[in-house]
C-alpha cells in the first residue's frame, strides 16, 4: 500500500483541528514523552516573548518554539490520522443501529412493537423477510436465509436455522426469506456492532500491557535525559560556554525519544483497525496483540477444519450384493433421517441413478441419537435399517442374522480414510457400508504450511475415534491430532500447554468450545457458531473462516514489529543526535573536540535549529510505516530482530547524519 493511498480522502484542515484539540494538557498528559515536549514548547515560547519585551535577541528561540510546536502537532496528527481511518467505518456502522425496532413477544403471547435500545437480555423477538434484525441473539424457532453484508461485506446470503451450530444472529443484519424468532442474547451497548464501533473509536480503546510497558520506559528514558540534559548546565558555565534555557530544552527534544513517542498511539490504533479491515471484532487490543506471540493453535475439527456436516460420498457393497441394492435399501432408510447426513444419502443415491420413492404404507423410523440408526418397515415384510456399526450388529443378530467380518474390514477401509462408516441391513442381511467424509474447507491445508513458516504448532481436536482424526489430520495438513476429545480435554489440553510456558489460540464455534475458547491466551469464536462459543472467546470472526487465524497472527506480529522496529530507529536516532549536537555546541569553548565535530556544523545555534527540525520531519515521514505497519516475512524471533536491528538500527543510526548536515547547509544559506 502506497503512502498516497493511506493519506487519500484525508482532509488537511480537519486533521490540523484535530491535532490542535489534541494540545490540551488533559490529552498530552496521556502521552508522557509528548507532554514534555509541550511543556519545553511553552518555556521556549515564554523567553521568546520576554527577550522581545527586553529588547534582547529572541529570533531564534521563536524559531526553536514553532517546531517544538510543529513536532507536538505531528505527534498529535499521526494520532488523529490513524483514528480517521475507522471513523468512517463507525459512523457507517452507527447508522446501520439506528432506528432499528422490534416486534417483543410478551409472556402472554402478544407482541409488542418497541425500540431495539429497549430490548433486554433473554427477550423474544420476532422477525420477517425483508426486515432488519434488531439485536444479537440465537434463532429459536424456524429458519431463514440472511443477508450479513452490514457486518462482514459479504453479499451472498447464509442459512440460520434454530436447533443448529449456525443459529446465531447479528444486530443490522437483514433477513431475506421466512420468518424467525430470535432470543436477544446481549443488552443495547454490548452487541456486535458495539463492539465493532467501539474498536475503531481511540477514546474507548485500552492501552494493551505491552503498550504500557513501553511507555513507562519511554518516561524512564526521558526523565534520565531530563537529568542529563541538567547536569549540562553547571559543565557548560566551567567551560565558559553558558547553555539558554531555550537551546537546553531544544537538546532535551532531540534526546528523548519523542519519535516513537509521537507515533505510539498511532502503531495501536492502526493494528487495531487493521483489524478490523480483516472483518475482526476484538473485544480488547491485547487480544489482537497476543495473536502475534503464539505457539500452538487449537483448533476444533467439525465446522472449523471441515465444513462441519458430513456428506456421503461412496456405497461399498459386501461381496454379493448388488450396489442398486445397497443404494436402494440405504435411501428407503434415509428417508425419515432429517439430518444432513441423511439428505446427503439420499442426494447421492439420486445422483447415482437410483429412481425408489418412500412408500406411503411403510412404517418409518426416525433416527435419534439413542437408537443410532433409521430405518423403515415395508408392508411386504422388508426391514431395511442404516445406522452406526454397532447399532446394525444388534438390529441384524436380533433378526437372527449373522454379523460377516467382511463388514469390519468396509467399516476399517472406510475409517483409515477419514471417513465415517454407516452400515446397511435388510432383514438378517448386511448389504454394505455407506462412507460419510467431513469435507475439508478450501485451502485449509495451505493456511496450515504459512503458520508452520510463522513459528505457530497446529492442533486438530476431535471427537472422532483415533484412525478417523489421523487421516484427518493428515489431509488437513496439521502437526499434531488429538482424538476422543471431550471438551474436559480440550480444556485440559489448553491448561498443560500454557504450563509449559505456551501461549495457545483456541479456535471453535460450538457451545462445547466455550471452557475451551476462555481459557486460551487467544480464543478466536467463529461468527457463525453459537453465542455462548461468541462470549467466551476475545475474537470474533465475522468471515467464519478458520484460516482467518493466519491473518490474525500476521496482524498480531506486525504490530509488535512495527512498534519494535520503529522504538529500534527512535533510540538508534538519540544516539546519533547526541554524538553530532554535542562537539558543535562545545567547539569553540574547547576547539579539541572539533575532531568530533565530523559534520562540521555552521555554529552552534544551527546546529541545535537543524537536529531539532529534523526531530520534527522525522515523525510525518515515519506516519506511513506506522499506519500500513512493517512487513512481516516468515521466520524466527532471532531472524526478525537481526533483520530490524539491521535496517531500522543501523537506518535510525546513519539517518540523522547527512540529514542533519542537508539542513544545516540550507541554514547557512538562508541566513
Known amino acids: 500500500m502506497s503512502s498516497r493511498s493511506l493519506l487519500s480522502g484525508i482532509k488537511p484542515f480537519p486533521l490540523f483541528l484535530e491535532s490542535c484539540k489534541r494540545l490540551a494538557p488533559w490529552a498530552l498528559a496521556r502521552n508522557p514523552v509528548m507532554m514534555v515536549v509541550a511543556i519545553g514548547t511553552v518555556v521556549t515560547f515564554a523567553f521568546a516573548l520576554w527577550h522581545y519585551s527586553q529588547g534582547l535577541p529572541w529570533r531564534l528561540e521563536m524559531v526553536l518554539f514553532l517546531i517544538l510546536l510543529a513536532t507536538v502537532l505531528f505527534a498529535n496528527g499521526a494520532e488523529a490520522l490513524a483514528e480517521s481511518r475507522g471513523r468512517a467505518h463507525a459512523n457507517s456502522l452507527r447508522a446501520t443501529r439506528q432506528n432499528l425496532t422490534a416486534r417483543r413477544r410478551g409472556a402472554n403471547g402478544g407482541i409488542d412493537e418497541i425500540s431495539a435500545d429497549a430490548l433486554r437480555r433473554g427477550d423474544l423477538i420476532e422477525v420477517e423477510a425483508g426486515e432488519l434484525i434488531p439485536a444479537d441473539g440465537d434463532i429459536v424457532e424456524g429458519a431463514a436465509t440472511i443477508n450479513e453484508s452490514a457486518i462482514t461485506g459479504e453479499s451472498a446470503p447464509v442459512l440460520r436455522e434454530a436447533g443448529t ?22 443488552d443495547p451497548g454490548d452487541s456486535l456492532l458495539d463492539r465493532m464501533i467501539a474498536l475503531v473509536e481511540s477514546a474507548k480503546r485500552q492501552r494493551t500491557p505491552n503498550e504500557l510497558a513501553l511507555s513507562v520506559l519511554l518516561a524512564a528514558m526521558t526523565l534520565i535525559f531530563l537529568v542529563v540534559v541538567t547536569a549540562l548546565v553547571p559543565m557548560g558555565d566551567f567551560l565558559g560556554a553558558p547553555l539558554s534555557v531555550p537551546l537546553l530544552v531544544a537538546l532535551l527534544v532531540c534526546l528523548i525519544p519523542t519519535t516513537i513517542g509521537g507515533l505510539l498511539p498511532a502503531i495501536g490504533i492502526a493494528g487495531m483497525e487493521r483489524a478490523l479491515r480483516a472483518n475482526l471484532v476484538a473485544k480488547s487490543g491485547k487480544a489482537v496483540e497476543v495473536a502475534g506471540s503464539i505457539d500452538t493453535l487449537l483448533l476444533d475439527k467439525t465446522g472449523t477444519i471441515t465444513l462441519g456436516d458430513r456428506r456421503a460420498t461412496a456405497f461399498l457393497p459386501l461381496p454379493g450384493v448388488e450396489q442398486s441394492a445397497l443404494r436402494e435399501a440405504a435411501c428407503l432408510a434415509s428417508f425419515a433421517d432429517p439430518t444432513p447426513e441423511g439428505r446427503s444419502i439420499l442426494t447421492l443415491a439420486l445422483d447415482q441413478g437410483t429412481t425408489v420413492a418412500a412408500n406411503e404404507h411403510a412404517d418409518f423410523i426416525e433416527f435419534s441419537a439413542h437408537t443410532r440408526l433409521s430405518g423403515a418397515d415395508l408392508p411386504e415384510g422388508r426391514q431395511v435399517r442404516k445406522g452406526a456399526t454397532d447399532a446394525i450388529r444388534r438390529f441384524v443378530e436380533e433378526q437372527g442374522g449373522h454379523y460377516p467380518r467382511t463388514t469390519d474390514g468396509l467399516v476399517e477401509q472406510v475409517a483409515s480414510k477419514g471417513a465415517t462408516p454407516l452400515v446397511v441391513a435388510e432383514n438378517h442381511q448386511v448389504l454394505g457400508v455407506i462412507a460419510l467424509s467431513d469435507v475439508i474447507k478450501p485451502g485449509i491445508r495451505e493456511r496450515f504450511a504459512r503458520l508452520r513458516e510463522a513459528g505457530v504448532r497446529t492442533v486438530m481436536i476431535t471427537g472422532d475415534n483415533p484412525l478417523t482424526a489421523a487421516a484427518i489430520g493428515a489431509e488437513a ?69 478458520p484460516g482467518k487465524l493466519l491473518e490474525v497472527v500476521e496482524i498480531g506480529k506486525q504490530l509488535l514489529i512495527t512498534r519494535g522496529a520503529l522504538t529500534t530507529f527512535s533510540l538508534a536516532n538519540d544516539v546519533a543526535k547526541y554524538f553530532v549536537i554535542l562537539p558543535a555546541l562545545f567547539v ?17 545555534d544551527s546546529a541545535i535549529l537543524s537536529a531539532v527540525l529534523f526531530n520534527a520531519l522525522i515523525i510525518p515521514a515515519l506516519i506511513p510505516f506506522a499506519l500500513r505497519g512493517v512487513r512481516v516475512r516468515p521466520g524466527s524471533a532471532d531472524a526478525t530482530l537481526r533483520r530490524n536491528l539491521l535496517i531500522f538500527g543501523l537506518g535510525g543510526l546513519l539517518l540523522p547524519f547527512p540529514a542533519i548536515k542537508l539542513i544545516d547547509l540550507a541554514l547557512a544559506w538562508m541566513l
Open 588 to 604: 569553540v569553548s574547547l576547539p579539541s573536540l572539533g575532531a568530533l565535530n565530523l559534520l562540521e556544523l555552521h555554529s552552534p
Open 165 to 186: 451450530d449456525n443459529s446465531s444472529v447479528s444486530a443490522g443484519t437483514k433477513v431475506l426469506t421466512d420468518r424467525i424468532v430470535i432470543k436477544v442474547s446481549n
Open 477 to 545: 495438513g496439521v502437526d499434531d491430532v488429538v482424538a476422543e476429545a471431550t471438551p474436559e480435554r480440550k480444556l485440559a489440553l489448553i491448561r498443560e500447554e500454557q504450563r509449559k510456558g505456551r501461549l495457545v489460540a483456541m479456535m471453535g464455534d460450538g457451545t462445547n468450545d466455550a471452557p475451551a475458547l476462555a481459557q486460551a491466551d487467544l480464543g478466536l469464536a467463529m461468527n457463525s457458531g453459537t453465542q455462548a462459543a461468541k462470549e467466551a472467546g476475545n475474537i470474533v470472526d465475522l468471515d467464519s473462516d
